[in-house]
């Protein structure tokens, strides 16, 4: 058998391994069923294994074909990564760091970063999307993404974490909710109110640590709503919806009908980390991170 590994194998079998369709994907890559069916079946041979279970009725990637599943996935990515990284080098460009981050990260965190990264490297060109915690580390595990600013307590094995703010709570209200800065003693004067919480599913941890300021008062608060996304809960509070419970941080940037307080003498705060994959090696992250730690 003569047979060698080549690129195009491995573009076959990434497309087969997304659809488990060999007509859907033979299509995709505009090569007939047969000829898909052949490719494969040459991956096979050489790695000796096989990489997906046949039937009549389904096909289903084998523990082999989840396992190269991920590495085609990596390589292909870190390929398009050479790809921009080559492009920036002919335009005269640096690099390109795509951050993700949460929109608390954007009042300082993110500012500070980007001002030192013009300074110490102006050829490095930023990529800035705000997204949920759980969307950023997808990303990062997927190298579609370099760097992260999430409030999670752990991460992934294989990322690396580093704590940059730490922030107090304050509660959302409606601009004429009759409590103000004075008036304001405790959570426990709106255990009435309908309240809106950032997303359990994208924080769990940082779900319940918000709940604890409310129970440490002695009410578990209704939670009619839940978003991702602060604009989305500032929005709601100012409709009369609901009341919510964020970071302070959270206050700036924002031009709408709702008031903030901070609340004091609680004893939760809510931190902010850097997060990136270890093996990222992007030489824009590296300089990143060194501003950063």
């Known amino acids: 058998m003569g047979y060698q590994i080549e690129l195009r194998h491995l573009k076959y079998f990434q497309v087969l391994a997304q659809e488990l369709k060999f007509r859907v994907a033979a299509e995709k890559l505009f090569i007939s069923q047969p000829g898909l069916t052949r490719q494969i079946q040459q991956m096979e041979e050489i790695f000796n294994v096989t990489l997906f279970d046949r039937t009549k ?3 289903e990637l084998t523990a082999a074909g989840l396992y190269l599943k991920g590495e085609v996935d990596f390589m292909f990515n870190h390929l398009e990564t050479v790809k921009r990284q080559l492009e920036n080098i ?3 460009k640096e690099a390109e760091l795509r951050i993700g981050f949460l929109g608390s990260a954007a009042q300082k ?11 110490s490297y102006p050829g490095i060109q930023t990529t800035l999307e705000e997204m949920s915690n759980k969307l950023q580390v997808e990303l990062l595990e997927k190298d579609k993404l370099d760097l992260g600013f999430v409030r999670l307590p752990r991460v992934p094995d294989g990322m690396s974490k580093h704590l940059v703010f730490t922030d107090s709570f304050s509660v959302v209200l409606p601009k004429n909710y009759p ?13 009435n109110e309908p309240f809106i919480f950032f997303s359990s599913d994208d924080s769990p941890f940082y779900y319940e640590l918000i709940m604890s300021i409310c129970e440490d008062q002695g009410f578990r608060p ?8 602060a604009l989305t809960i500032f929005k709601l509070v100012e409709e009369g919806l609901g009341v919510a419970i964020v970071p302070s941080s959270l206050k700036y940037g ?8 901070e609340i004091e003498n609680i004893g939760q705060r809510t931190e902010l980390f850097a ?19």
């Open 57 to 59: 009725r389904k096909v």
């Open 254 to 261: 924002y031009d709408l009908e709702v008031k903030f307080i």
């Open 179 to 191: 409590l103000d800065k004075e008036s304001f003693k405790n959570v426990r004067q709106l255990s």
């Open 275 to 293: 997060i990136w994959k270890d093996t990222n090696r992007n030489p824009a992250l590296k300089n990143a991170v060194d501003l950063l730690v």
């Open 222 to 229: 209704k939670v009619f709503h839940k978003s991702v996304h």
């Open 109 to 119: 965190v993110l500012p500070e970063l980007l001002l030192k990264l013009n300074a």
């Open 90 to 92: 002919g335009q005269g």
